[in-house]
């Protein structure tokens, strides 16, 4: 028994609202807005913006304000554009600088204001950057540090042992041989003179 047209078109209504539900969901979770808000576009150069990508926030005192646009490479350095809300003010001394949510969240762009009178318009660059802190430099450069210092410790304490005699423990010296009589070190006993016979 075939189903009715009724029927058809419910489950057919029911099926387009799952499909379209779950494209609000995908561009939701993707951080893809589908209509942009109102804004303007800076850009930004960095050294170094390692764990960034396209779509992370950009905040001013812990605040959202817009979000990275787009990434690319030029001239070596990593240059940003970054979609800023309508309404939010960036001076030209503004600083931004790349951070971390908490320990090992993830990155963020985060704009300081500063003393600058002009403000930036769209297509501006912002000139001072801070480029992200990358953990694992830290610590090969903090081992390098605790390598080499090891390593001169241990030629010093091998150039202050380089006159102790072999064998003896480093720092000690082994006593000095008694000077024998024929080297004048001893005292002679003195033999009395013969007596004169009358």
Do not use: C, W
């Amino acid at each position: 028994m075939y189903a009715s047209r009724t029927t058809q078109f419910v489950v057919g209504i029911f099926g387009l609202l799952g499909i379209l539900a779950l494209v609000i969901l995908s561009f939701r979770l993707g951080q893809i807005s589908i209509i942009p808000p109102p804004g303007y576009t800076l850009y930004a150069s960095f050294d170094n913006i390692a764990g960034l990508k396209s779509g992370d926030e950009v905040e001013i005192a812990g605040v959202h304000v817009g979000r990275v646009q787009s990434i690319e490479l030029k001239d070596e350095r990593a240059r940003l554009a970054m979609r800023i809300d309508d309404g939010v003010v960036v001076d030209d001394d503004a600083i931004a600088s790349i951070l971390t949510s908490g320990l090992i969240g993830s990155k963020y762009v985060s704009l300081a204001p500063g003393p600058g009178e002009k403000t930036l318009v769209n297509g501006d660059t912002i000139r001072q950057t801070q480029s992200a802190f990358v953990i694992e430099n830290a610590i090969g450069q903090l081992i390098n540090n605790a390598g080499s210092s090891s390593s001169s410790k241990d030629s010093g304490a091998s150039a202050g042992g380089a006159g102790d005699a072999i064998g003896a423990p480093p720092g000690l010296s082994t006593p000095s041989a008694k000077a024998s009589p024929a080297q004048g070190g001893g005292k002679e006993k003195a033999h009395p003179a013969p007596a004169n016979k009358s």
